[in-house]
């Protein structure tokens, strides 16, 4: 919803304030198809060089995040707690038991019950592989974090590529504005015995090319970008949540001491309370 705000606001203020100037729209409507094909051309296809077809389809994907915002919420994060707080008391008490589970998370008793959980499955390989290693007596808790933090590095690397391939974009263009207004100084120099107010039309019309690479640029896609990269960047909380849980299980401190960790290094604005934990896990206790 802040995203279509913001694009509205944009667009009121910017053309508001230039009809409220008393600029007239004609110019810019007459020459916005011609200088939209350019300058937009060029961007899509600068931006199809620089990109593979799988990073171009993962990011027109990723744009849908400035609209819909972070995946995960204050509630997913008190499920996640809950998980972890299942599988790992089940781990204390019979270490076979737990096995199914992370062998089989689709069909685990304890993975079904949290749908969204199960369907993210870097969350999921998170859990299992890190579960399996320590049932494998790799059970060092700072060689795990180390690998833990790599490997959630390299996913993050990777989740940010949107953003970077975007920003891109927003960097070429203005630079792809003045060759759009350039052609029109052109076009108007080839009709330099035409009288001023002719004139007047094409140089305006020319001018609109680099109004509309700087508009796009710092109104649109420069925002975009910095949003999909805001977004990435707080789901990857839901990650370190997960490594800061099970490696605090691995110094053999309490379960529940281990939930209590992975709350406190939740960001406070998406950190759910204690009691609402509590809550979760008492009715967790009493299913069980």
Known sequence: MTGIIGIVCVFVMVFGGYLAAGGKMGIIMKALPFEMTMIGGAAVGAFLIANSMSEVKHTLKDVGKVFKGPKWKTEDYRDLLCLLFELIRLAKQNAVAVEEHIEGP??????????????????????CDT?????????????????LEKRMEANAHHALHSSHALQTVADGLPALGIVAAVLGVIKTMGSIDQPPEVLGKLIGGALVGTFLGVFLAYGLVGPFAARVKTVVEEDVHFYRLIREVLVTNLHNHATNICIEVGRQNTPTHIRPSFADVEEALKDVKSAA
Do not use: C, W
Request: glycine share 2%; charged share 25%; proline share 5%.
């Open 131 to 147: 579960m399996r290693a320590a049932s494998m007596n790799y059970d060092d808790p700072h060689q795990v974090e180390e690998v």
């Open 106 to 127: 689709e069909t685990s008793s304890i993975f079904t019950k949290y749908p969204k959980i199960l369907a993210d499955n870097e969350a999921v390989g998170l859990i």
